[in-house]
């Protein structure tokens, strides 16, 4: 089992055995946890016929190098999708298209709260650069508390030509940009619609931001000048479920 990845917390675990049990070869978990929602991934499991092992907390802090809330997944390694992927589930939807694109977010907490976020909003498909990028790793399945087993994670050679071919097919990018002079509430963001995040600090790349339709700053009262990346594409993506809420 040297080829298995490891994926902890309960979240996670139970997502992984809901929507991808095949991908779970065993459950590891701590001597005495025995309350409820340890024994939900138990019958989970069993019902996939998972071989279960119960180790002690010490073995498991050994192997894990973070907070594994007392369970642990032996699974094969994740599979991210390429552009073919993306291009059949975009032919497949009947809805119009909400895409995320991160440009290189590296922090992997950041990566999956934002996995997380667009879970809960509606998000068709998240991409990402290939290169100077986080990627899927435990640390993200764990931040994502189970949306890293159910949102599409794309990773692109290329970004801006990615970007390019989606404007093609009739989507719209709308980068957010502190400079920019129109907010984004006052952005339509109803039709078919990829919202392009920048990274931690640097924010978007010049030629990803030359590649946008359009442009939207967060309108910021207080004295900080810019929100955490996790934060600011939350409110962006539920401005955007809001106003396609509004038009149902």
Not at 18 to 40: N, T, Y
Not at 93 to 104: A, K, Q, R, T
Not at 205 to 214: A, G, N, V
């Amino acid at each position: 089992m040297n080829d298995l990845e490891n994926v902890y917390g309960v979240h996670a675990v139970e997502a992984l055995l809901r929507h991808h049990p095949k991908r779970v070869k065993q459950l590891l978990f701590a001597d005495g946890r025995s309350e409820p929602r340890m024994q939900v991934l138990r019958d989970l499991a069993a019902a996939e016929r998972i071989q279960i092992s119960a180790i002690s907390r010490r073995e498991l802090d050994e192997q894990i190098d973070g907070v594994h809330q007392g369970v642990v997944a032996k699974v094969s390694p994740s599979q991210i999708w390429g552009e073919q992927m993306l291009d059949e589930l975009l032919d497949r939807l009947e809805v119009p298209p909400l895409l995320l694109v991160l440009d290189g977010v590296t922090d992997p907490h950041n990566l999956g709260a934002c996995l997380r976020t667009a879970d809960a909003a509606g998000v068709h498909a998240v991409i990402i650069p290939k290169d100077k990028s986080a990627t899927l790793n435990a640390t993200v399945r764990k931040v994502a508390c189970g949306a890293a087993e159910v949102v599409p994670l794309v990773a692109v050679t290329n970004l801006v030509r990615s970007l390019q071919k989606l404007q093609q097919k009739g989507l719209w990018v709308v980068g957010t940009a502190g400079e920019a002079e129109q907010t984004l509430y006052q952005q339509d963001m109803t039709g078919p619609l990829i919202l392009v995040m920048g990274a931690e600090g640097a924010g978007m790349r010049r030629l990803t931001r030359e590649t946008c339709d359009f442009l939207v700053n967060l309108p910021m009262q207080g004295s900080v000048s810019s929100l955490n990346v996790s934060v600011a594409t939350g409110v962006c993506l539920f401005e955007a479920q809001r106003q396609r809420l509004a038009i149902k």
